[in-house]
């Protein structure tokens, strides 16, 4: 079934213009994402303009003039809605640093930033995933919190154990490519990963691939390529072919799968290929993702369950009967995916062996 985005904007009819160069894409495109579906003061959408924005900037392929304009109203008034809303500083404060650094007039971005660490915002975080990302905005403009070696040598151990990304767990491999967004600071600097938190991106990568989960392998490359090591070419290659297969069109409705055509086109702008591909239309608009998603994740853990006792964390000798099991199409989705260089110490531990009973 296809996923469907809408790009809600007023008048009532939606046309695609004869041309559009990548800029003017790009402005269009943060047009619709401004003026969408949701009302402008609901937190989503402007979650929603946060990332957008965060992808034009870290990726220098900024949307010109024209694509900020949609917020200049937004950030004319950005100080009365972050002391309104403090419990949204991040993405508030993250929109203002975005439109600033691609080109907004204006340097209203060092004041809050200081008033976000004056006002102790930060510390009613709870998580250290978003403690890193509040340093990581309050240092873009010297404001930080000197959070230091203490919370990093957290971070560091959670992506080193690399057993817990061979499991299926979402949350967990989200968690890990942002950290090394943060750390990285989206590309800018060595996050200075070692060989064990690179296994786990590629552990991590590889359950992405087995689901062809596009959003979350895309993240996944991004963090590699961040980190300084370049992803399988079949994943980015596979990736491609989803970014150019969104299909923006007249239409009119909601659906969030917005997230997914954001990251695989970040991945193509990071990688030095095409991004944003598609005309936009002047109206409403809605994003359909056509292309084919059958995965073999789930039927390959559910196999490997049934097993029981005769379960071996050994891939070659559980190869060809695993194959058999997923049929043809599995069969060489599971091949590509164990063509990864650590795809037998990956199985070792997704086969889960040792809790047979």
């Not at 086109?265 to 239309?281: D, H, I, K, T």
């Not at 559910?302 to 997923?326: I, K, N, Q, T, V």
Request: neutral net charge; hydrophobic residues 40%; charged residues 20%.
């Amino acid at each position: 079934m296809a996923d469907i985005v809408h790009l809600q904007t007023t008048g009532p009819h939606s046309r695609a213009p004869a041309y559009q160069n990548g800029t003017q894409r790009r402005a269009a495109l943060g047009g619709r994402v401004a003026r969408r579906r949701r009302a402008p003061a609901d937190v989503c959408g402007r979650k929603e303009n946060a990332e957008l924005l965060n992808i034009f900037e870290c990726t220098g392929t900024g949307p010109g003039a024209a694509g900020l304009e949609p917020l200049a109203a937004f950030y004319a008034g950005v100080e009365e809605r972050i002391r309104f809303f403090p419990q949204y500083y991040r993405f508030l404060l993250s929109i203002c640093l975005d439109l600033e650094d691609l080109g907004m007039p204006g340097g209203k971005g060092a004041a809050l930033a200081h008033w976000v660490r004056k006002e102790g915002l930060a510390e009613a975080e709870l998580s250290d995933l978003q403690r890193a990302e509040a340093e990581r905005l309050l240092a873009r403009r010297g404001a930080g919190l000197g959070a230091g070696c203490a919370l990093r040598g957290r971070l560091m151990r959670f992506i080193s154990r690399p057993d817990t990304f061979a499991l299926p767990n979402k949350k967990a491999a989200y968690e890990l490519t942002h950290i090394v967004f943060y750390l990285s600071e989206y590309g800018r600097r060595d996050p200075g990963l070692g060989p064990a938190a690179l296994t786990s991106l590629e552990f991590a990568g590889i359950l992405a691939f087995l689901e062809q989960n596009s959003d979350l392998l895309a993240e996944v490359c991004i963090a590699m390529r961040q980190a300084g090591k370049l992803p399988p070419a079949q994943w980015e290659d596979w990736l491609e072919r989803q970014a150019h297969q969104f299909v923006l069109q007249p239409g009119s409705g909601r659906c969030d799968a917005y997230h997914d055509y954001f990251v695989c086109n970040w991945l193509m702008a990071a990688a030095g290929r095409e991004s944003f591909v598609q005309p936009v239309p002047d109206g409403p608009a809605e994003v359909v993702c056509g292309g084919p998603r059958a995965g073999v994740l789930g039927a390959l853990s559910r196999h490997l369950f049934g097993l029981g006792r005769r379960r071996s964390g050994d891939w070659h000798a559980m190869r060809p009967g695993l194959e058999d099991a997923l049929g043809e199409a599995g069969a060489a989705l599971l091949a590509a995916a164990s063509a990864s260089p650590s795809f037998e110490r990956f199985f070792e531990g997704f086969a889960r062996a040792g809790a047979a009973a």
